[in-house]
């Protein structure tokens, strides 16, 4: 069974930097293409990033492009979320998703609706 869990969470200062992991464990890792979501109170969940299973292929919402970097590391089964130039509005519970997708050099957000998830970390980000 897919298990993932999401660590990194915290409290940082608007302008500053957090780093997120998902360790990932049940399946073969490199098989799943892996994204970051995150939602904040009263607002639906939102797509940050996602990165192929070779992690040759990335994807990145529009609020954060240029500020986060999604990575991975298949050898130790983790995704990374970088988060630079944070702001207010990042506060959020941030999860971390997976789906199977062996091969393909395409993200399909959707897709992650059937996939696997975390039980997400929170991030809280003041002046």
């Known amino acids: 069974q897919i298990h993932l869990v999401e660590s990194g969470g915290g409290l940082a200062q608007a302008g500053g930097s957090l780093r997120l992991s998902c360790a990932f464990s049940?399946?073969?890792?490199?098989?799943?293409?892996m994204g970051w979501f995150r939602q904040a109170p009263g607002k639906e969940r939102e797509f940050l990033a996602g990165?192929?299973?070779?992690?040759?292929?990335?994807l990145y919402g529009n609020s954060v492009k240029g500020r986060f970097t999604i990575s991975r590391n298949n050898v130790k089964t983790t995704v990374f979320l970088q988060m630079n130039g944070l702001k207010l509005e990042d506060t959020a519970v941030y999860f971390c998703?997976?789906?199977?997708?062996?091969?393909?050099?395409?993200?399909?957000?959707?897709?992650?609706?059937?996939?696997?998830w975390g039980q997400g970390t929170q991030v809280t980000v003041s002046s």
């Open positions: 990165v192929t299973g070779s992690g040759g292929g990335t």
């Open positions: 049940g399946g073969t890792f490199s098989d799943f293409t």
């Open positions: 998703a997976a789906v199977r997708a062996r091969g393909s050099i395409f993200i399909l957000i959707t897709s992650f609706e059937s996939g696997y």
